[in-house]
Each structure stands twice: as C-alpha cells, then as structure tokens.
C-alpha cells in the first residue's frame, strides 16, 4: 500500500509541474509542443506493451491467445465511448476566443488528455497486482513521465481561447486528482479479485493504446514537426526500455 500512495504522490506531483510550466511557457512553440508530445507518446507505448501487456499474457496461462486481446480491444473500445461526452465541456472550460475550429481543435484535446487519465491511473494501479515491483515501475515510470508533457501543453490552448488562468488552473488540478482516483480504484479492484488480473492488465493497456494511437500521435503530426515527433517518439520508447532494464 505504501508503494501506491507514493505512486499517486508522483503522478499528482508531475501533473502539477507540468502545469506550472504551461503557466511559464504559454507561448510554447509547435516544433518543442509535438516533440515533447512525441517523446511522451514513446514512453507511453513502451510502458503499456512490457508494463502491462507482457505480464497480462503471462498471467493469461492457456488463455494467453485471447485474453489479451480481448482486454485491449475492451479497453480502446471503453475509452472510445467516454470521449464522446468531451463536447459537453466546452461551455464550462469557457472557450470564447478565437474561431469556432480552433476552440474545437482546442477543447477536443484537452477533452481527451483529461478523460483518459483516470484509466491510466487505472493501469498504474492495477500493475500492483502483479506483484512484480519492476511491471508496476515501468507503467508508473511511463505515465508519470508523460503527465509532465501533457500537464504542460493542456494549459496555453485553454488561455488562449478564452479561458481564465485560475479556470485552466483548476482542470490541470482535477485532471490530476482523476487520475489519482483511478490507481486506488485500479489497485483494490485486483486486492478484491486476482482472477481478473490478466484482463484487466490487458484493459488498462487497451486504453494507453488508443489515446497514444488515435489522439496523440495524430496531434504532433497536425504541423511540419511530424518527422521530429516520429524521432522523439523512439527517444522515448528506448529511454523506457533503459529505465525497464534498471528497475529489472
């Protein structure tokens, strides 16, 4: 339990620095903007496929040929489903600058990173379940790193369509605290029930694979910064991989 509460500590303390760096930075230019995204994007990918889709085949046994991938469609499909219900949050962020396109653009990213991290906190608490300290390191180590990145880039969209800075302060605060709700949800849920470990190891990979698939590669390759992201996506896959070999 003590490895969980630091757990939800770190991921609430990056997600805090990464919001006052977006406060600093509001004039972030795209090229650094889609590169950190990038790298974020690579840790991510490295996290949720040793983290989480290794050990769910692992603890699969016989079922290894399916279950895995039952969990990971579950899991994109599950996250598909909630992001429909990001339009909604465009009168209550206050977007009321700059063309309807761009608040659009704005509101359905910020939508997106916020929805998503309470199955990501899912995932880091449910990598506890495996009791492999080094899994859960590797899932933690990887969203962690991540929430710097999208902490810090949430915040200049929301300021520039119209949204005040304590408003814009309070989603970065809450998109926190979701997530922080979600890895005590994730690690009692597999306290309760061992038996669903596999799959929802696979389900909480399901869902770092479809905003990494269909949300934040798509966004770094939006600009001309596409090659420089693709680069800095393998920086960060291979900078996983060396701090998965450390912890191992």
């Given at each position: 339990m003590n490895y969980v509460l630091i757990t939800a500590g770190g991921i609430a303390l990056c997600s805090l620095a990464g919001a006052v760096i977006g406060f600093l930075f509001e004039d972030i230019p795209p090229a650094v903007e889609d590169a950190v995204s990038g790298c974020a994007a690579g840790i991510m990918l490295c996290a949720a496929v040793l983290g989480l889709v290794v050990p769910s085949m692992n603890f699969s046994g016989s079922n290894a040929a399916w279950m895995p991938a039952l969990g990971i469609f579950c899991g994109a499909v599950f996250l598909s489903i909630i992001n429909r219900g990001g339009p909604k949050l465009a009168g209550r962020l206050g977007m009321e600058k700059g063309d309807a396109d761009s608040r659009s653009r704005a509101l359905a990213f910020v939508a997106a990173i916020a929805i998503h991290h309470f199955p990501e906190g899912i995932a880091a608490g449910v990598s506890f379940?495996?009791?492999?300290?080094?899994?859960?390191?590797?899932?933690?180590?990887?969203i962690a790193f991540q929430n710097i990145p999208e902490s810090m880039i949430i915040i200049p969209p929301l300021l520039k369509n119209g949204t005040g800075k304590k408003r814009a302060a309070a989603v970065a605060v809450f998109s926190g605290a979701v997530e922080v709700l979600g890895v005590f949800f994730g690690y009692f849920a597999i306290t309760l029930s061992t038996a669903i470990l596999p799959f929802a190891l696979a389900f909480a990979a399901g869902t770092m694979l479809f905003v990494i698939v269909d949300d934040m590669v798509p966004q770094t390759h939006l600009r001309s910064s596409g090659r420089l992201s693709t680069y800095m996506l393998?920086?960060?896959?291979?900078?996983?991989?060396?701090?998965?070999?450390f912890f191992e």
């Amino acid at each position: 339990m003590n490895y969980v509460l630091i757990t939800a500590g770190g991921i609430a303390l990056c997600s805090l620095a990464g919001a006052v760096i977006g406060f600093l930075f509001e004039d972030i230019p795209p090229a650094v903007e889609d590169a950190v995204s990038g790298c974020a994007a690579g840790i991510m990918l490295c996290a949720a496929v040793l983290g989480l889709v290794v050990p769910s085949m692992n603890f699969s046994g016989s079922n290894a040929a399916w279950m895995p991938a039952l969990g990971i469609f579950c899991g994109a499909v599950f996250l598909s489903i909630i992001n429909r219900g990001g339009p909604k949050l465009a009168g209550r962020l206050g977007m009321e600058k700059g063309d309807a396109d761009s608040r659009s653009r704005a509101l359905a990213f910020v939508a997106a990173i916020a929805i998503h991290h309470f199955p990501e906190g899912i995932a880091a608490g449910v990598s506890f379940g495996t009791g492999d300290i080094s899994d859960a390191v590797t899932v933690v180590s990887g969203i962690a790193f991540q929430n710097i990145p999208e902490s810090m880039i949430i915040i200049p969209p929301l300021l520039k369509n119209g949204t005040g800075k304590k408003r814009a302060a309070a989603v970065a605060v809450f998109s926190g605290a979701v997530e922080v709700l979600g890895v005590f949800f994730g690690y009692f849920a597999i306290t309760l029930s061992t038996a669903i470990l596999p799959f929802a190891l696979a389900f909480a990979a399901g869902t770092m694979l479809f905003v990494i698939v269909d949300d934040m590669v798509p966004q770094t390759h939006l600009r001309s910064s596409g090659r420089l992201s693709t680069y800095m996506l393998l920086l960060g896959f291979c900078l996983m991989l060396a701090i998965t070999f450390f912890f191992e």
